[in-house]
Every structure is written in structure tokens, then in C-alpha cells.
């Protein structure tokens, strides 16, 4: 009496057929990943961007005018990650702060995001509108 041998495991075709639907999931899911390291590190810019304003604001009502751009420490123009250099240009009447893109950041439609003394918030060098860029 012999007893019919039951293959085990996973056929080579089965194997390849697993491989390409995982190949095509992950092409697909890879930009949308990308898309969305993009826009989290556009916030945290923004945020930066928006604490040094704040920090300014603070600065000007104790002093009486904005502090020139060497009087700021670096610890406010700093943004965490290698992503965005933040900038600032002021005088004592006015001042605008600035996030440029860096590496793979300026894969990022908005480009570099502005804002200035009065709140005016703005892009360059974007291929969105200011206000997309700001508001998510």
C-alpha cells in the first residue's frame, strides 16, 4: 500500500505571483509615503517658521523695535532635521523669516515659505498657492 505524497510549500509560480503583488503594492503606496514625509516636514517648518515670529514679536514688545538679524540667536532660527534653513532678514521696523528647502525637501511643491512683521505669509519658487502651502 503506497500512500499518495502531498506536495508541501509554496510552488515557485505561487512564490513569483506573491512577489509581483507585493512589487505592485509597494510602487504604488511609495509616492503617496513620499507625498506625505513631504508635507510633515513642511509643518514642522511651518511651525518653526512661526515660533521665531513669536519669538520676534516678544522681542520687539520688551524692546520696542525687532531685533536685527545678528542679534537672533541661532537657537530660534533652528529647525530639527536637515530638511529646511530657516533665515531671517529684520530691521528694527520689519522682518521676514524664511524656511528654504534642502535635499530631498525641495521635491516639495511649495518651495520655500515666508513670513513676515505682519503676519503676511507667503511661497517662492512654489507651484502651489500660498495658501495651499500654508494650510496643510
Not at 505524497?5 to 505561487?14: A, C, D, N
Not at 545678528?70 to 533665515?87: F, T, W
Request: charged fraction near 10%; proline fraction near 3%.
Amino acid at each position: 500500500m503506497t500512500h499518495a505524497h502531498r506536495q508541501q510549500g509554496f510552488t515557485l509560480i505561487e512564490l513569483l505571483i506573491t512577489l509581483a503583488g507585493v512589487a505592485l503594492l509597494a510602487s504604488l503606496a511609495w509616492p503617496s509615503y513620499q507625498s506625505l514625509i513631504l508635507r510633515s516636514q513642511r509643518a514642522q517648518a511651518r511651525a518653526s517658521l512661526l515660533q521665531a515670529a513669536h519669538w520676534l514679536e516678544r522681542a520687539a514688545s520688551a524692546n520696542g523695535s525687532y531685533p536685527l538679524a545678528n542679534d537672533v540667536p541661532a537657537s530660534v532660527l533652528q529647525i530639527d532635521g536637515q530638511r529646511y534653513k530657516m533665515s531671517v532678514t529684520s530691521t528694527t521696523q520689519s522682518y521676514t523669516l524664511s524656511a528654504m528647502p534642502l535635499g530631498t525637501q525641495t521635491a516639495d511643491a511649495c518651495g520655500t515659505l515666508t513670513v513676515n512683521h505682519l503676519g503676511v505669509r507667503s511661497v517662492q519658487g512654489a507651484s502651489q498657492t500660498a495658501a495651499q502651502c500654508w494650510s496643510r
